[in-house]
């Protein structure tokens, strides 16, 4: 509230009360149709904005927090949630904007000494949502670089957008933020010309394992796995960054982030007791369940 007036959307009221270091409007893909049958899918996409997603699904989260806590930080009756029972179908993708969020689990194949995975803690201050969480990393939303039509075609790609995600959050490059002229030039700047040749390498597979909506927020999230084999992974990011702009590398060695964290069945169990998105306990589950096709040849 301000000036004795509420604030009609979220994201005004985040701007004004607590804006974070990365808050921008900017023009997302809109999630309109998934189709998806064993191992290959079809997804239709459309446009909307970030802001139009973040306003109801952020707001999804507070109202139920606040019941919560009337409630005694006991679950809530649905009664006590007139903005969540308006939303009929959360499943209906024509009802509201749904903008996917590509959650990255990061794995560094190592059949000799072990294989490793890599999460952040997500700065509170610096992003709009999971703020203080562990999360899988990299992770961001289904977007174009900028706002020009000839970025939105260009960067219409969950893989590029996957790149993109690892060049800010891994090796610390400026944030793709909507304010470059030119579009990107995957086929020769690095470092997305080395990730391709790996990919075509068969040494850095991402793996879709599902898209799910996040049961606080209702937020859509397609989880993925980036396997990279180890000799790969130590050329691509021997530069990896501590810190960055949206959090902090987790690891078990501090100050060195390309150590990671075990990916073992003790780390999977410990990691039970942290603050871990729920996306992240999914890609973690998942990856988990499915490691040896994951992992394998």
């Known amino acids: 509230m301000v000036n004795g007036e509420r604030y009609d959307r979220y994201s005004r009221a985040l701007r004004d009360l607590a804006r ?18 064993g191992p290959r899918g079809m997804l239709g996409f459309n446009y909307t904005s970030y802001f139009d997603v973040l306003d109801v699904g952020e707001a999804l989260g507070h109202e139920f927090t606040q019941a919560w806590l009337t409630a005694g930080q006991k679950r809530p009756s649905f009664a006590d949630l007139p903005f969540r029972r308006s939303i009929t179908d959360p499943f209906d993708l024509s009802a ?69 995600e690892f060049s800010e959050e891994f090796l610390g490059n400026d944030e793709h933020d909507g304010n470059s002229v030119d579009p990107i030039a995957y086929d020769t700047d690095e470092p997305f010309v080395s990730f391709e ?20 927020t209702l937020w859509v999230e397609l989880l993925t796995v980036a396997v990279i084999a180890a000799p790969v992974f130590d050329a691509l990011f021997s530069n990896m960054v501590a810190v960055n702009e949206e959090g902090a590398a987790v690891s078990t060695e501090a100050g060195r982030p390309t150590v990671g964290i075990p990916f073992t069945e003790a780390a999977r169990e410990r990691l039970r007791t942290e603050p871990l998105s729920p996306i992240s306990r999914a890609c973690i589950e998942l990856a ?3 490691r040896h096709q994951l992992l394998g040849p």
């Open 20 to 37: 974070p270091k990365l808050l921008d409007n900017r023009v997302s893909y809109r999630l309109l149709d998934v189709q998806w049958s």
């Open 96 to 164: 509201r904007s749904m903008l996917p969020s590509i959650n990255t689990l990061t794995i560094r194949r190592d059949c000799i000494e072990g294989h490793r995975m890599y999460l952040h803690r997500r700065d509170a201050k610096s992003v709009a949502a999971a703020g203080g969480m562990y999360h899988v990393v990299p992770a961001g939303v289904f977007q174009p670089a900028a706002l020009a039509p000839a970025h939105q075609t260009n960067d219409f790609s969950l893989w590029r957008n996957v790149q993109r």
């Open 197 to 216: 040749r790996a990919r075509q390498a068969g040494d850095f597979r991402v793996f879709a394992c599902a898209m799910v909506l996040e049961p606080l």
């Open 288 to 290: 988990w369940r499915y």
